[in-house]
């Protein structure tokens, strides 16, 4: 079975700041890996996807995350934070030949002017 | 336009009063799947539909019922509402390798079990 875990349920950075959310995930077999993007009384977004091409994805909005198998991880980061980010992510996780998919808690990124 | 529709957006009810939130895709996908999601606990799944007529649980499907009639629908059915099922709730579908190309999700619902 897999899982993920986000650390850290909030996040808080300034405009024009670095954005880090974390994604760490569980797998017995190697995963497919997604972030997902959640603005206010939306539904889920698709941000981007690693599906065993590269191993850094770029996404939309400037968002990119790298896959890591020796950490287990799955980080999504953007240079420069814009207002408009501010949202809820989350990282979900899928085996291959698989739908079964797993979503993690939530990280709510805040933007600071 | 490629969507998963839901409705309604919003729903207060009370206590054992039966309830179907209804949920439409246009794209032809086989799979669909229904999503509560949880301050803290992000989405849990409910059920979820490999195709028409085939439906299994997820990992909290009870207080839950479903059907797939058709490809294009799956209503969730509240046969007797109780307030800890006062959530929010998504719909989602994907083409058959949903693990590959990720899900199209609905705008959600909003209900309150008063």
């Known amino acids: 079975a897999q899982s993920v875990t986000q650390l850290g349920s909030h996040v808080s950075v300034s405009e024009g700041a670095l954005v880090l959310l974390r994604c760490n995930y569980s797998s017995s077999v190697p995963p497919y890996l997604f972030w997902y993007v959640q603005y206010p009384n939306q539904g889920l977004q698709l941000l981007l996807k690693?599906?065993?091409?590269?191993?850094l994805v770029k996404g939309i909005n400037g968002f990119e995350a790298e896959f890591k198998k020796s950490e287990t991880s799955f980080h999504l980061t953007k240079p420069s934070a814009h207002m408009s980010d501010a949202a809820e992510y989350f990282c979900a996780v899928s085996a291959r030949n698989n739908n079964d998919m797993r979503f993690g808690a939530g990280t709510r990124l805040t933007v600071k002017p | 336009e490629a969507q998963v529709t839901q409705n309604p957006r919003y729903l207060i009810t009370v206590t054992g009063k039966k309830l179907t939130v209804t949920c439409s895709q246009n794209?032809?996908?086989?799979?669909m799947s229904w999503y509560r999601q949880d301050p803290g606990l992000g989405l849990r799944q409910i059920y979820y539909?490999?195709?028409?007529?085939?439906?299994d649980k997820g990992d909290v499907p009870e207080g839950y019922k479903v059907s797939r009639k058709e490809k294009r629908n799956f209503p969730l059915i509240l046969e007797s509402p109780s307030p800890n099922q006062t959530s929010l709730y998504f719909c989602a579908s994907s083409s058959r390798q949903a693990g590959l190309y990720g899900y199209t999700f609905g705008s959600g619902t909003r209900l309150t079990v008063v």
């Open positions: 690693y599906t065993s091409a590269a191993t």
């Open positions: 539909s490999m195709n028409v007529e085939v439906t």
């Open positions: 794209m032809n996908h086989e799979y």
